[in-house]
Each structure stands twice: as structure tokens, then as C-alpha cells.
């Protein structure tokens, strides 16, 4: 939140210039005047800042930035959908506030949502369930922003499993969790299918693999208003205050529609709005903003003193890269000099800074970055690609890492080229549920997101089911059976309901995905199992264990892990050997990560190649359920 803040030198000084006022009106005019040394207000102390030389005159310098905490929102919500697993027992004051969020919404009208049932009862089915919810919302995130949930039943429930339930719209508020009390400010809104453990039977209420009364909804909170970041002078003033809102608006012009992005409110507190291309990169924002010069003038001279900086003064790289990347596309000129740098770190934030700033120019050195470096610098180098501008010969790049031997090369390469909305690779929101991706590969592999934007990623392309196969699991309720010529038939019983499924295919990864996920409508009757988006993983999941499908599968816990503890062994800070002619350490392996390598070796036989794949099954870990 922001507050209007008047510093407390300031104020004593107000104070001071107030009671010399008085005094001289009651001593008279002449009491103030002639002999009398005339009445000095106190000044506030100047805040010393101590930055090296090169960083001086930059916002971070003079000032001090706020609301970089994330924001917790609370609420009480109720889930639907469950399969008698919810409860009736809860506290008398959450129930009463459940009861009034439902009268509001229209529950107990003659028409609509649950029509005939008062809230109450609704309440008291044994498929729906009262749960806790909870969100820390990034710092500066701006309106319409999206968020992870988490949801847990409310403690002294008796509510078993939250499996398959959908959280109903929710008002979550700034602060922790209560019943009662003053009406808290709404700063977002929640709701979804709740996402549990994918890698456990669905119908078991609870079980070594997940605790069920916690769940997660993927994506599923937006921030109803702004949380704008602030920046504080050390020393007010209604001159500096107003030429860091120029440089900042300067830099970030408001989009339309928007409020700009820096707006003072008085000589000492400017609230700066994230603008929504930064919106899951506030972190990047809030240090470009702490760079940034005051004095906007002479920019290009400037981008050429910090690139000599950056050769003098290598341990400042990582800040001066942010002074060059504030000053925006006019410091473009004077890092191309810095691509082919003889030092390690003075060459690599050149590149960083060019290809935020969308130089083609820089695609090439990243490229080679790619294919000569090892470990972190790679997957960075990979991530950097992603950023820069329209430019064919990226996409084609990016392509062909996705049958790297690199595990988490693969992973971002993919990623990259969905943020570049690739064609090669075909994207289909199925059953407004989740994001299947096709993408084009020799190397089955199925990657699924665990938080943002749900997504199931088929490498490999359209890949079908082993056959001949015979597949029995969850205690029968899912069957396949894949013959060796002929259609492709899976039967599925709804432990929810009861009710049995069948459909016939050509054994299609992606369209049996499809089905899996499709619930059937008069407007699309085609048989469908409606499975969640965590349901479905685990049956890809169980699939792969027996075989019917040859695939790895990857949690994205894992490739996150994998990325983390390499990112720890080769830390940028020390010098990356990956880029060094003073010999390299041990290489971490995705296999240290990720139990088994799917990489394979370019000289294996076809027979080879199967056999691994039939070994291969995932997850390891813990799979990110709940």
C-alpha cells in the first residue's frame, strides 16, 4: 500500500514556522525587526547515500523504494463439485460470512446458480466444502495481473479431499485471515479447479503421495486494483521529486487507458504503477527504476561511460548493465562494442543488456553463447534469446534446441518460443481447462506446468499409444486397451458419480488428452471423461508407469529444481568456467536432478533408443501436489 508520508524533520520544521508566527504577533511588529535576529527554521538533514562514483545521480542513489513486500490477500471461499468429501462443520462466524457472500451473489433465488437451495444448505451438502484461501500477490503487481491460490479446508472441518473441486469466486483482502472485524480493501478475486498432487488415485481421500484438504488453483487470482511501488527521496525536494517523475514517465510512458507510472504526491513520495509488460517482471522494473539517471540529458555519452565502467569496474556489472538498460534503446551503440569483450562479465551483461533492449545483433554472440557454454550461462543465454525482437532466425535456432541433450535447454527453448508464439508449435486450449502444446521433436517427452497458466507439453509432436496394451488403474476405474490394429478404447468410472465412460480412437496422444479433459454438452456430445487438469496428468502419468505410453515425463518442480542447483554451482559472481580459459569444474547433469537421463547418445541404435525409453518414468520428487 502506499501512505502519504510527511517526514518528521519536516513537520517539526511546519510546526516551528507556525509558533514563531504567533510569538511575533503577539510582541508586535517592531518585536520582530530592527536588532532581532531574524527566526531560522530548522532544515531537515541531508541522507547521506554512499555509491560509487559512477552510480551517483541515479534514483537508487537519492532514494529509497517501497512496497517491495509481497502483498497477502485472505478470504473465506466455498468448493464445489466434490464427491461427498466436503463437510457441514464449521465455525459459526465463517459460516455466516460464507451465508452473506452467497445472499449477495444471488443463492436462494428462484433462478440461477443452485436455484432452490438457500445458502445453508448448500453449505451443508456433502459435496461442497468451506475452505480457507489465501494469495501473496507480487509487489507492483498491476490490475488484471494473474496469481497462484492456495486453498486448505478451514481447521475443525471434517472435509476428507478437495479432489476435483472447483473454487467458487472469492473476494480476497489485504491482510490475514479473519472472520469478523472492520471491512478489509478487496484486492483480488479467485477462483478454478483445484489443483492436487497429479501423481495419486484421485478417488483416495488421503495417502502417503498428497494431503487432499490442500490444494492450489493454477493461475487462478487476478488483482482487482493496482499495487503501485513507491520511491521516497532522502532528502525532499519538489524540484527532484519532479525530475524523477519525468525521467521515470520518460522511460515507461502509460499505455492507454492506464495511469502513468510514476505520480507524485509531494516533495518527498512518488507511487510508481508497474506497467503491464513488467507485470511478472517487476523485479527487472524495480531495478531498472533504482538505475535510472535523474538528469535524463546526454544520454549517449552516457551509455559510453558506462560502458567503460564496465571494463574498469567489473564487480559493478550487474548495476551498471541495469544504468545501461535504463537509459533504454540509445544505449544500444555503446554495448554492441562490448559483444566480443575479452572478459567474462563485462561481455555477458553487454549481451543481457542488448537483448532486453531487442538487438538483433546480439543474437548471434548469444547463439554461440548457447552452443560453447555450459551449465547456467546456456539456460541464460537461452531465456535472453527469447527476449529479443521479431527476428526469424531465432525461432529456427530455438527449434532446434528442443532435441537438446539438455534437459532444461529443452524446457526453455520450448518456453521461449511460446512467449514468440511460434507456429511450429500448435497450441489448443482444451475444455477451457488447460494449454495443450504440440511441439516439434525426435525425443518423446511430456512437461507439465505446475503453477501460472496450466500447460501440458507433448514433445515429439503427435505421439500414439504403444500397442498392443492393456492397461488397468485406480483400482479399475481406468482401463485402456490398445490392440494392434484397430481403434484405441478406454473406459473410465467417475468415482464422483458412478457413471461409466467409454470412447474409441486412433491412439492419438493429443487427441486421447482431449477426451480425457472433455465434458460433454448437447452442443459437443462426443464421449469425454471430464477429468481436471491434475487428473489428467496423473493419468498420462500412470500411462507412462505401464508402459502404454513411451515418454519421460517432467514435472516443472523438477526442471526448476535441476536449474536451481545449477545455478548455485555456477554462480554468476564467481567467474562461470563455462566462459573461462582457466578450466572448468565438475558439470552438474540433469540426471542429479531428475532420476533418469533422457538424453541418450548420438551413436545409440534404434533398439537402444526404445529400450530407454520404456525405462524412463518420472516424477521424481515430490511432484508439487498440494
Same mark, same amino acid.
Given at each position: 500500500?502506499?501512505?502519504?508520508?510527511?517526514?518528521?524533520?519536516?513537520?517539526?520544521?511546519?510546526?516551528?514556522?507556525?509558533?514563531?508566527?504567533?510569538?511575533?504577533?503577539?510582541?508586535?511588529?517592531?518585536?520582530?525587526?530592527?536588532?532581532?535576529?531574524?527566526?531560522r527554521?530548522?532544515?531537515?538533514?541531508?541522507?547521506?547515500?554512499?555509491?560509487?562514483?559512477?552510480? !551517483?545521480?541515479?534514483?537508487?542513489?537519492?532514494?529509497?523504494?517501497?512496497?517491495?513486500?509481497?502483498t497477502?490477500?485472505?478470504?473465506?471461499?466455498?468448493?464445489?463439485?466434490?464427491?461427498?468429501?466436503?463437510?457441514?462443520?464449521?465455525?459459526?462466524?465463517?459460516?455466516?460470512?460464507?451465508?452473506?457472500?452467497?445472499?449477495?451473489?444471488?443463492?436462494?433465488?428462484?433462478?440461477?446458480?443452485?436455484?432452490?437451495?438457500?445458502p445453508?444448505?448448500?453449505?451443508?451438502?456433502?459435496?461442497?466444502?468451506?475452505?480457507?484461501?489465501?494469495?501473496?500477490?507480487?509487489?507492483?503487481?498491476?490490475?488484471?495481473?494473474?496469481?497462484?491460490?492456495?486453498?486448505?479446508?478451514?481447521?475443525?472441518?471434517s472435509?476428507?479431499?478437495?479432489?476435483?473441486?472447483?473454487?467458487?469466486?472469492?473476494?480476497?483482502?489485504?491482510?490475514?485471515?479473519?472472520?469478523?472485524g472492520?471491512?478489509?480493501?478487496?484486492?483480488?478475486?479467485?477462483?478454478?479447479?483445484?489443483?492436487?498432487n497429479?501423481?495419486?488415485?484421485?478417488?483416495?481421500?488421503?495417502s502417503?503421495?498428497?494431503?487432499?484438504?490442500?490444494?492450489?488453483?493454477?493461475?487462478?487470482?487476478?488483482?482487482?486494483?493496482?499495487?503501485?511501488?513507491?520511491?521516497?527521496?532522502?532528502?525532499?525536494?519538489h524540484?527532484?521529486?519532479?525530475?524523477?517523475?519525468?525521467?521515470?514517465?520518460?522511460?515507461?510512458?502509460?499505455?492507454?487507458?492506464?495511469?502513468p507510472?510514476?505520480?507524485?504526491?509531494?516533495?518527498?513520495?512518488?507511487?510508481?504503477?508497474?506497467?503491464?509488460?513488467?507485470?511478472?517482471?517487476?523485479?527487472?522494473?524495480?531495478?531498472?527504476?533504482?538505475?535510472?539517471?535523474?538528469?535524463?540529458?546526454f544520454?549517449p555519452?552516457?551509455?559510453?561511460?558506462?560502458?567503460?565502467?564496465?571494463?574498469?569496474?567489473?564487480?559493478?556489472?550487474?548495476?551498471?548493465?541495469?544504468?545501461?538498460?535504463?537509459?533504454?534503446?540509445?544505449?544500444?551503440?555503446?554495448?554492441?562494442?562490448?559483444?566480443?569483450?575479452?572478459?567474462?562479465?563485462?561481455?555477458?551483461?553487454?549481451?543481457?543488456?542488448?537483448?532486453?533492449?531487442?538487438?538483433?545483433?546480439?543474437?548471434?554472440?548469444?547463439?554461440e553463447?548457447?552452443?560453447?557454454?555450459?551449465?547456467?550461462?546456456?539456460i541464460?543465454?537461452?531465456?535472453?534469446?527469447? !527476449?529479443?525482437?521479431?527476428?526469424?532466425?531465432?525461432?529456427?535456432?530455438? !527449434?532446434?534446441?528442443?532435441?537438446?541433450?539438455?534437459?532444461?535447454?529443452?524446457?526453455?527453448?520450448f518456453?521461449?518460443?511460446?512467449k514468440?508464439?511460434?507456429p511450429?508449435?500448435?497450441?489448443?486450449?482444451?475444455?477451457?481447462k488447460?494449454?495443450?502444446?504440440?511441439?516439434?521433436?525426435?525425443?518423446?517427452?511430456?512437461?507439465?506446468?505446475?503453477?501460472?497458466?496450466?500447460t501440458?507439453?507433448?514433445?515429439?509432436?503427435d505421439?500414439?499409444?504403444?500397442?498392443?496394451?492393456?492397461?488397468?488403474?485406480?483400482?479399475?476405474?481406468?482401463?485402456?486397451?490398445?490392440?494392434?490394429?484397430?481403434?484405441?478404447?478406454?473406459?473410465?468410472?467417475?468415482?464422483?458419480?458412478?457413471?461409466?465412460?467409454?470412447?474409441?480412437?486412433?491412439?492419438?496422444l493429443?487427441?486421447?488428452?482431449?477426451?480425457?479433459?472433455?465434458?460433454?454438452?448437447?452442443?459437443?456430445?462426443e464421449?469425454?471423461f471430464?477429468?481436471?487438469?491434475?487428473?489428467?496428468?496423473?493419468?498420462?502419468?500412470?500411462?507412462?508407469?505401464?508402459?502404454?505410453?513411451?515418454?519421460?515425463?517432467?514435472?516443472e518442480?523438477?526442471?526448476?529444481?535441476?536449474?536451481?542447483?545449477?545455478?548455485?554451482?555456477?554462480?554468476?559472481?564467481d567467474?562461470?568456467p563455462?566462459?573461462?580459459?582457466?578450466?572448468?569444474?565438475?558439470?552438474?547433469?540433469?540426471?542429479?536432478?531428475?532420476?533418469?537421463?533422457?538424453?541418450?547418445?548420438?551413436?545409440?541404435?534404434?533398439?537402444?533408443?526404445?529400450?530407454?525409453?520404456? !525405462?524412463?518414468?518420472?516424477?521424481?520428487?515430490d511432484?508439487?501436489?498440494?
Open positions: 500500500m502506499i501512505r502519504t508520508v510527511i517526514g518528521g524533520r519536516v513537520r517539526r520544521a511546519l510546526v516551528g514556522c507556525v509558533a514563531a508566527g504567533v510569538i511575533c504577533a503577539g510582541a508586535g511588529v517592531a518585536g520582530c525587526s530592527g536588532n532581532k535576529k531574524p527566526v527554521l530548522p532544515q531537515p538533514e541531508a541522507v547521506p547515500s554512499d555509491v560509487p562514483e559512477i552510480l !551517483r545521480n541515479t534514483i537508487g542513489a537519492e532514494c529509497r523504494i517501497g512496497g517491495l513486500e509481497p497477502l490477500a485472505t478470504g473465506y471461499g466455498l468448493v464445489v463439485g466434490l464427491n461427498g468429501t466436503g463437510s457441514k462443520e464449521i465455525p459459526l462466524p465463517i459460516r455466516n460470512e460464507i451465508v452473506e457472500m452467497m445472499e449477495r451473489r444471488g443463492i436462494g433465488r428462484p433462478s440461477g446458480s443452485f436455484a432452490g437451495m438457500t445453508d444448505e448448500l453449505i451443508d451438502d456433502p459435496n461442497t466444502a468451506v475452505v480457507s484461501v489465501e494469495a501473496l500477490i507480487p509487489p507492483g503487481s498491476p490490475e488484471g495481473s494473474r496469481f497462484d491460490i492456495l486453498v486448505r479446508a478451514v481447521p475443525g472441518s472435509t476428507t479431499s478437495l479432489e476435483g473441486g472447483t473454487l467458487w469466486t472469492t473476494e480476497l483482502r489485504e491482510g490475514a485471515l479473519i472472520s469478523s472492520p471491512d478489509r480493501r478487496i484486492f483480488a478475486r479467485a477462483n478454478g479447479p483445484i489443483f492436487i497429479p501423481f495419486a488415485d484421485p478417488a483416495v481421500s488421503a502417503a503421495d498428497a494431503n487432499k484438504i490442500i490444494g492450489r488453483v493454477l493461475d487462478g487470482g487476478q488483482a482487482t486494483i493496482s499495487i503501485p511501488l513507491s520511491v521516497t527521496l532522502n532528502n525532499p525536494s524540484a527532484r521529486a519532479r525530475a524523477i517523475v519525468s525521467a521515470i514517465n520518460g522511460r515507461f510512458p502509460k499505455g492507454a487507458g492506464r495511469e507510472t510514476a505520480r507524485g504526491r509531494n516533495e518527498e513520495l512518488i507511487a510508481i504503477n508497474v506497467p503491464y509488460a513488467y507485470s511478472d517482471r517487476t523485479g527487472e522494473f524495480v531495478q531498472l527504476i533504482r538505475h535510472m539517471r535523474i538528469d535524463q540529458q544520454a555519452e552516457w551509455a559510453q561511460r558506462y560502458a567503460t565502467a564496465l571494463k574498469d569496474e567489473p564487480e559493478l556489472a550487474e548495476r551498471i548493465g541495469y544504468c545501461l538498460e535504463a537509459l533504454g534503446e540509445g544505449a544500444i551503440p555503446a554495448v554492441r562494442d562490448l559483444y566480443t569483450y575479452g572478459e567474462v562479465r563485462p561481455r555477458f551483461t553487454a549481451l543481457r543488456v542488448g537483448a532486453r533492449l531487442g538487438d538483433v545483433r546480439a543474437v548471434p554472440y548469444l547463439q553463447l548457447v552452443e560453447q557454454g555450459r551449465g547456467s550461462v546456456r541464460d543465454a537461452v531465456k535472453l534469446l527469447g !527476449r529479443v525482437g521479431s527476428d526469424p532466425s531465432v525461432n529456427r535456432f530455438l !527449434r532446434g534446441l528442443l532435441d537438446d541433450a539438455d534437459l532444461a535447454i529443452r524446457i526453455n527453448a518456453e521461449s518460443l511460446m514468440r508464439a511460434d511450429m508449435i500448435r497450441r489448443t486450449v482444451v475444455a477451457d488447460f494449454v495443450l502444446a504440440e511441439v516439434p521433436s525426435r525425443d518423446p517427452m511430456i512437461y507439465v506446468t505446475q503453477q501460472g497458466e496450466p501440458i507439453a507433448l514433445f515429439g509432436g505421439e500414439e499409444v504403444e500397442r498392443p496394451t492393456l492397461l488397468r488403474a485406480w483400482d479399475g476405474r481406468l482401463m485402456m486397451e490398445a490392440p494392434v490394429t484397430g481403434d484405441v478404447r478406454l473406459f473410465y468410472r467417475d468415482y464422483r458419480t458412478g457413471r461409466s465412460t467409454s470412447f474409441s480412437g486412433d491412439g492419438s493429443g487427441a486421447l488428452i482431449r477426451r480425457l479433459a472433455h465434458k460433454p454438452t448437447p452442443e459437443k456430445p464421449a469425454g471430464d477429468l481436471s487438469y491434475s487428473e489428467v496428468v496423473g493419468a498420462l502419468s500412470v500411462m507412462i508407469d505401464k508402459g502404454a505410453v513411451l515418454a519421460a515425463l517432467v514435472p518442480n523438477d526442471r526448476l529444481q535441476l536449474e536451481m542447483a545449477r545455478m548455485v554451482q555456477t554462480q554468476f559472481g567467474v562461470r563455462e566462459l573461462s580459459d582457466d578450466g572448468a569444474i565438475e558439470e552438474l547433469t540433469p540426471g542429479d536432478a531428475i532420476r533418469r537421463d533422457t538424453s541418450g547418445t548420438p551413436d545409440e541404435t534404434e533398439a537402444e533408443r526404445e529400450e530407454r525409453r520404456r !525405462r524412463y518414468v518420472v516424477p521424481a520428487g511432484g508439487g501436489g498440494g
